[in-house]
């Protein structure tokens, strides 16, 4: 185990670091799927390389449809490989968290899923408490929660609001935007104006996300950056792991969520180290901001906003100016039940940022770079299925029939697309503490699910599903064994 010398708020800690053999095994986690879909296309190719020929128009036509998925997922991988693995150090010994800090840490959910909440916020808690850190936090739901469910009393303050079900807001924000609004005008009551004159920061989280003493380091690293007694603040992300709880009990659902972590590493955070800014949106759940800034822009993001209102309140920020970052050290989620959660949540996502897109709000500039990764998301949805056709195509009927470049070109897209899943099981299952057999399941399923392209089917589907037939409610995702709920009002 190497260590890393870092100065934190005018303190030089050391914290171990990940090992050269966890750093090496990252980088072939994103190099080897690529490797390995270009070995099987080059093997199995069995027509005629014919070079300086013309290509035909229809062989241009798929080009021009690969050119959107390969895009976008160039950039993903690019990424991986330029910023590196993820150090996930924890606190040593002289680590101590800076009292002139605040951290509000802010549970919002539905409410129908109380058991899911109750656990989150209790491990949570522990970590907190643990590292000696100066928080509050708060619950808020739409549904009440049964007393002994909500958040128990720790060295920090805990704090539970519901939304009275006669609360609306200016522009009429829905579902979770419109419980966001309502604890940020509690707490603004409650605050007083502190927030403009000390460093009170919050993070959100959703109903079953879990800290982890690597996030707790990067925050505290974030914060003293952009410092709000020398700086304007920034707001600041970092990854998702979905291995909380039960993870690899169902080893598909696994290796298809996985490919969210790869995005995190990928898309998400090269967007945040190289342009500081939101530019395909943000994620609603491990977000830091300071206090101050959310209450200058709000969760009030209208109906339509409210169905990634994550992404709204990021494109809302840029637009003022407010620089984004990335937080080093990571979360905890779960992954969906079925696949048709996944499906769902899917469909949502892309409903939800083609609204975002098209607001009227939002200046042309702010949601240029998202209307075209809305457009490349889609194109690539409907063009996705090409190149897997075209790699199923080889083995029943040969290659022939296909140009040899646009053969290769499809393998590469696909071995693209694979890293980011690649990368995103060896995270979740780097630390995760389940049995090898477990792990080693979650592995094997991984390669068998990408080998039939089943990642690739679901999350086209999704897509798909969005385009034709586009979403209208808030899909509230089962994390307690219990059906997910469609949310329709509020």
């Not at 291995?243 to 009990?249: A, F, K, L, P, T």
């Not at 490919?259 to 342009?275: I, K, N, P, S, V």
Request: charged share 20%; with cysteine.
């Amino acid at each position: 185990m190497s260590t890393e010398t870092k100065e934190i708020d005018g303190r030089k800690t050391t914290q171990p670091s990940s090992p050269l053999s966890v750093r090496v095994a990252y980088y072939l986690s994103v190099i080897l799927p690529i490797v390995a879909y270009l070995l099987i296309a080059q093997v199995q190719y069995h027509g005629t390389i014919v070079k300086g020929s013309t290509p035909s128009g229809f062989a241009i036509a798929q080009l021009l449809l690969l050119l959107f998925p390969l895009t976008s997922s160039f950039l993903a991988v690019t990424g991986m490989l330029v910023f590196g693995p993820p150090r996930d150090r924890r606190p040593d010994e002289n680590w101590h968290w800076n009292p002139d800090f605040q951290l509000i840490v802010a549970y919002v959910s539905r409410g129908n899923q109380p058991e899911t909440l109750h656990q989150a916020t209790e491990q949570t808690q522990k970590v907190l408490d643990q590292l000696g850190v100066n928080y509050e936090l708060e619950m808020v739901t739409d549904i009440e929660v049964p007393e002994d469910h909500r958040l128990p009393h720790s060295n920090g303050q805990s704090r539970y609001y519901l939304v009275p079900a006669e609360y609306q807001t200016k522009r009429g924000a829905r579902f979770k935007a419109r419980a966001l609004q309502y604890l940020l005008e509690e707490r603004t009551k409650r605050l007083n104006g502190e927030e403009d004159h000390h460093n009170i920061w919050l993070l959100h989280m959703d109903e079953e996300s879990v800290l982890t003493p690597e996030c707790v380091l990067g925050i505290l690293e974030f914060i003293s950056k952009h410092d709000l007694r020398t700086s304007p603040g920034a707001i600041g992300q970092g990854e998702i792991k979905y291995n909380s709880r039960d993870y690899g009990i169902q080893p598909l659902i696994a290796a298809i969520d996985a490919g969210r972590t790869g995005g995190d590493l990928g898309l998400f955070r090269t967007q945040y180290r190289a342009a500081h800014s939101p530019l395909v949106g943000m994620h609603g759940s491990y977000v830091l901001t300071p206090a101050r800034i959310e209450r200058e822009i709000t969760w009030d993001v209208g109906g339509h906003g409210s169905v990634t209102e994550d992404s709204y309140f990021a494109l809302m920020a840029m637009q003022r100016g407010i620089p984004f970052g990335w937080v080093e050290g990571y979360i905890r989620e779960q992954s969906p039940f079925t696949i048709m959660d996944i499906i769902r949540q899917r469909r949502r996502w892309f409903c939800g940022l083609s609204f975002v897109a098209r607001d009227p709000a939002l200046n042309f500039f702010t949601t240029l770079t998202l209307r075209l990764y809305v457009w490349f998301w889609a194109f690539a949805a409907l063009s996705l299925p090409l190149p897997l056709l075209y790699l199923a195509f080889v083995f029943t009927f040969g290659s022939g029939l296909l140009p040899y470049w646009l053969f290769m070109m499809a393998a590469i897209c696909t071995g693209f697309y694979a890293a980011s899943y690649s990368v995103g099981v060896f995270r979740n299952i780097l630390d995760c503490k389940i049995p090898g057999r477990r792990k080693i399941g979650v592995v094997l399923t991984a390669i068998v699910a990408w080998f039939f392209f089943v990642p690739a089917i679901v999350e086209c589907a999704g897509t798909i599903y969005g385009i034709f037939f586009p979403v209208t409610t808030f899909y509230v995702v089962a994390k307690d064994h219990k059906r997910g709920v469609a949310v329709t009002s509020q």
